[in-house]
């Protein structure tokens, strides 16, 4: 399984960015996909998911409204678009999938909201 996030950045309150996490040896298209995010000194919690056809998500309460999670299944890739952004959005952003019991992770994209 490989999973390579990119689209990080520093953005200014209010902002937007769009996340793309391109996942590759694996039959995306039969599975949930997920984006966690870690801030420093917090533990790494979930922002969106999205199921395997694209017509399913949920989102934590933090980012309702403000985050949209999507999929392209012909190109094996996840979205996340993050509008609206906070200070408090700043963290690393993480790609996830979960199969066979076992939680695959990219690298990471890091996302820096500041003025």
């Known amino acids: 399984v490989q999973l390579v996030e990119s689209g990080g950045g520093l953005v200014q309150p209010g902002g937007s960015l769009r996340l793309s996490c391109a996942a590759s040896?694996?039959?995306?298209?039969?599975?949930?996909m997920s984006w966690y995010r870690q801030a420093p000194g917090k533990e790494r919690e979930l922002v969106a998911r999205?199921?395997?056809?694209?017509?399913?998500?949920n989102y934590a309460d933090s980012v309702k409204g403000r985050f949209t999670s999507s999929r392209d299944n012909a190109k094996n890739t996840v979205y996340l678009q993050l509008s609206s952004l906070k200070v408090e959005d700043t963290a690393v952003y993480y790609c996830?999938?979960?199969?066979?019991?076992?939680?695959?992770w990219g690298q990471g994209t890091q996302v820096t909201v500041s003025s």
């Open positions: 996830n999938v979960r199969f066979g019991g076992i939680d695959y």
């Open positions: 040896r694996f039959t995306f298209s039969r599975y949930a």
């Open positions: 999205i199921n395997n056809t694209g017509r399913s998500t």
